[in-house]
């Protein structure tokens, strides 16, 4: 029912890879002296990439206050994604039901529509509970449902009634078909809100 970060973190890995290839690819040329044959200004295979004394270069107030800003946006961004990593819910909280703007726009809270979802799978036999979250827009919904059913219930007909029941009635409602649909289920020994489980019993004769 949360979202993760997962966009974020192919992004980050992505750039990232890019950024080790790019160094990779320099080192080796540096190594093999293809960059010195390009560019005669660039170092030789054999010298020290950084020449010169690295304390009387960093000594300098703007090296020292570059390091500092450097730093400070390194720990800014690596402290955003860290926040980015919190799962989160990232509920729609309304949506503008319309056909011609000019004539107006309808409001419609996603809660009451998944309050209306829930009821709607609670009815279903064998289902012990279940929550609904709206995501989207009015015009590309996605609706994530986290289903408990009772350890007796047949899945395969809680799973086909939501499929050609709840879902096509909330399409109906938003006049558009969802754009993505995702069920969680869970099995639960508690009894089921609406309908009967019969316990069979019986003599197996050989």
Not at 9 to 14: A, D, F, G, P, S
Not at 20 to 48: D, K, Q, R, W, Y
Not at 110 to 130: K, M, R, Y
Not at 192 to 201: D, P
Request: aromatic residues 2%; hydrophobic residues 45%; charged residues 10%.
């Amino acid at each position: 029912m949360r979202q993760h970060a997962g966009a974020l973190n192919r992004t980050c890995l992505v750039i990232l890879g890019i950024l080790a290839l790019a160094a990779g690819v320099l080192i080796l040329l540096i190594a093999n002296g293809t960059l010195h044959t390009m560019n005669p200004a660039t170092v030789t295979a054999e010298s020290p990439v950084v020449t010169g004394n690295l304390h009387t270069i960093f000594s300098s107030a703007f090296a020292q206050a570059s390091v500092l800003v450097a730093g400070v946006v390194m720990g800014a961004l690596g402290l955003s994604w860290i926040l980015a990593q919190i799962p989160r819910r990232n509920p729609a909280e309304r949506y503008r039901l319309h056909q011609d703007p000019a004539a107006g726009t309808t409001l419609c809270d996603t809660s009451v529509l998944g309050s209306a979802v829930e009821n709607q799978i609670n009815t279903l036999p064998g289902v012990v509970g279940s929550s609904a979250l709206l995501r989207g827009t009015a015009m590309e919904p996605d609706l994530t449902i986290k289903v408990t059913v009772n350890n007796r219930a047949d899945i395969q007909d809680v799973l086909h009634n939501i499929n050609t029941r709840v879902i096509p009635d909330l399409s109906t409602a938003l006049e558009t078909p969802l754009r993505r649909t995702g069920i969680q289920l869970e099995v639960s020994g508690r009894n089921a809100i609406s309908g009967t489980t019969v316990q069979t019993t019986g003599t197996v004769i050989y």
